[in-house]
């Protein structure tokens, strides 16, 4: 595979303070992202509303996530993705704050968990979208902040719920809440130095359907863009949608709960080994490269639905955690580097919300298939179908053609800010 190494002379993401204020925020909101799982199944458990209101109110906080996105990515690249982050960050550190009081003085009923997880929810909506627009702009060096990213994302879901269950077991539920909440907190206040940061949009009275058009026109002229989202779509139902479910019921079955613990580790260090791997290696064709790394993730549900042994399936995980997370790496700078600034939150937004809208659907009927063909024979379609999607992905010309650069004037017009400024 052919590497590019012009752009290693581009200073170090660390060199600028506000990626450095960026990191902080991202790092912060993700640890209480991976505390947040934790923390609400523990509370709807202890309230007596059993798995079923577990259920509920993890839709309620799914459900505004896929329906607002959208609206998200329109906000954001009018206002500002810092604006409507902060603002974000702020809703969600009041809907856990109530959550923590709920909790603290009496017995919250399932409504009014249900209402503050899609209060959550619909923050995330509005946060989603304004990362990529904010990532050219605080780094030169796009793809090693997107890997730097993705390392921070690694280590909050190894640390997130871990954080989250030592609150539990040696505190209480509530301050849990108040950790995450705090978190959400911090995550404001690094973004909030960063309002000097816009996208310049350019349809300052254009009403919200209009620019939901602008975004989808952006993103419906780009066949490389939309044939990734369309494949990742269906991957994200056959395969994506039962791993998680299907494949830690095996894992357990096979390894008991300590096992799948270390399984779940050995996951988490194959992110970090591809994050890393993301800061180094630099392809000349990033979705290329990125998708020949996820042909490793079909070994995840491969391995359980094989019976692998042990030290086998862990060996799996860590390639198919290492191939997500390279795969993550590229594709968010393939993004960043080839789509306008005044339009990236928008284009990014339809690209979140293809990206995840079916993988509940995905899991919902996952339960069904494996009672009618097996849980095994199941985790081995979807291994099947993840290579088949990415080999697909592989044959479509402009995937192919994509390089490092966009081939016209259409990157970001904005330069990013340095440490001096």
């Excluded at 019976?307 to 594709?331: E, I, K, Q």
Aim: glycine share 10%.
């Amino acid at each position: 595979m052919t590497t590019d190494h012009t752009t290693d002379t581009l200073p170090s993401p660390w060199r600028s303070a506000p990626f450095r204020l960026f990191f902080t925020a991202r790092s912060a909101s993700l640890l209480a992202d991976g505390m947040l799982m934790v923390s609400l199944t523990t509370a709807v458990l202890a309230t007596g509303f059993g798995p079923a209101g577990v259920g509920y109110a993890l839709a309620a906080w799914m459900a505004p996530v896929v329906l607002l996105v959208l609206i998200g990515g329109v906000l954001a690249d009018r206002f500002s993705p810092q604006t409507t982050m902060v603002a974000a960050d702020l809703l969600r550190m009041i809907a856990m704050l109530l959550m923590a009081a709920l909790l603290a003085f009496g017995s919250p009923e399932l409504w009014q968990i249900m209402t503050l997880m899609a209060i959550s929810g619909a923050a995330t909506a509005l946060f989603q979208p304004g990362l990529a627009a904010l990532v050219p702009q605080v780094a030169q060096d796009i793809q090693r902040a997107n890997a730097l990213l993705r390392l921070s994302e690694a280590l909050s879901a190894l640390l997130g719920p871990g954080l989250a269950g030592l609150l539990v077991a040696y505190g209480d539920i509530a301050a849990s809440y108040l950790v995450i909440a705090g978190a959400y907190a911090l995550s404001a206040l690094g973004l909030l130095p960063l309002r000097r940061l816009a996208s310049r949009p350019d349809e300052e009275t254009a009403p919200i359907w209009h620019r939901l058009a602008v975004g989808w026109r952006e993103f419906r002229s780009r066949t490389w863009l939309w044939s990734v989202i369309l494949i990742w779509s269906i991957f994200g139902l056959f395969v994506f949608g039962p791993a998680l479910p299907l494949g830690a019921a095996l894992i357990t079955e096979q390894h008991g709960a300590n096992g799948y613990g270390w399984i779940a580790s050995a996951d988490g260090a194959g992110t970090i080994i591809g994050g890393l791997l993301g800061m180094r290696v630099r392809p000349r064709k990033p979705i290329v490269a990125g998708a020949l790394a996820m042909l490793m993730f079909a070994l995840n549900p491969l391995a359980p639905a094989l019976g692998w042994s042990f030290p086998a399936t862990a060996a799996a995980h860590v390639l198919g955690g290492c191939g997500f997370a390279f795969w993550g790496v590229m594709w968010a700078t393939s993004i960043q580097t080839h789509i306008p600034l005044t339009v990236l939150s928008r284009v990014s937004a339809y690209d979140v919300a293809g990206s995840i809208m079916v993988i509940p659907l995905g899991r919902a009927l996952s339960g069904p298939a494996a009672e009618a063909f097996g849980t095994a024979r199941v985790l081995q379609f979807s291994a099947v179908v993840a290579v088949l999607l990415m080999a697909v992905m592989l044959t479509v010309p402009a995937i192919r053609r994509l390089g490092r650069e966009p081939a016209s004037p259409s990157a970001p017009s904005l330069a990013p800010l340095t440490a001096a400024d």
